[in-house]
């Protein structure tokens, strides 16, 4: 029965907070309106799966607000062939959605019990595409590289230099939150010609930190 209300939910999901909101990719859409967003809260927070917003899921970090995997996703115009790159893998829920609009995910998280989690609930929904990979995602996945698609979900200060040199040239794009630990832009890059670095940012969002060599510092500093 809640089942049922769960998958209604979703599809109200889909008409009222992203289509409604200009998502207009068919493939992002019904990749949303499929992958049971209630599997990757813990089950206090089933009830609240569609709500429109982000939800704590332990560790002190969050799986984004539907909108923003939706958007995320579409900017990176995937066709079915890619392979892509989820930089903080979370709760698994991204790069389930991912999972259905790429041939191939890579997803790499800091934290060892959410990545364990995360593989536990693919691997439920047989989700057979995404390889799931422990360490500090700046640094890139060089052995699955280079990426057609790169979608970061946590904050970084800058671009980190080696998941650029991942993303494929011209035809590769990744979204990335840039700016201050508070704060950031969702920002779309691309490497043009002759090495050029084209950045363009498209809102203001706020992501939990990207820790590690190339985002911040695990010691809080002070803001910038
Ligand atoms: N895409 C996730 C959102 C998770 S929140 C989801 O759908 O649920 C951001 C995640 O990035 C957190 O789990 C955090 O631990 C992770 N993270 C932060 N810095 C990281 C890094 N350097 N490498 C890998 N993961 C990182």
């Known amino acids: 029965m809640l089942e049922r209300a769960l998958h209604q939910t979703r599809l109200e999901m889909v008409t009222s907070q992203l289509a409604a909101r200009g998502i207009q990719d068919a493939r992002v859409l019904e990749a949303m309106g499929t992958i049971p967003r209630e599997c990757f809260v813990s089950p206090e927070l089933e009830s609240l799966a569609y709500w429109d917003g982000p939800l704590v899921i332990g560790h002190g970090q969050t799986i984004s607000q539907p909108f923003m995997v939706a958007a995320m996703a579409a900017s990176l115009v995937l066709q079915g062939d890619e392979v892509v790159l989820e930089v903080g893998a979370g709760s698994g829920y991204g790069a389930a959605v991912l999972s259905r609009l790429a041939r191939q995910v890579v997803a790499v998280e800091r934290i060892p019990e959410l990545l364990e989690a995360a593989r536990a609930r693919w691997s439920a929904l047989g989700l057979d595409n995404i ?45 990335i939150p840039l700016g201050a630990r508070a704060v950031q832009q969702l920002c779309l890059v691309r490497r043009v010609q002759a090495g050029e670095v084209q950045i363009i940012p498209q809102f203001a969002c706020r992501f939990v930190p990207l820790l590690g060599e190339e985002g911040w510092d695990e010691v809080h500093g002070p803001e910038t």
């Open 131 to 175: 390889t799931g990979v422990l360490g500090d995602g700046t640094l890139g996945v060089p052995e699955w590289a280079p990426f057609d698609g790169i979608c970061v979900t946590a904050a970084a200060p800058r671009i980190p230099p080696s998941l650029l040199m991942q993303l494929c040239p011209d035809q590769g794009r990744m979204i």
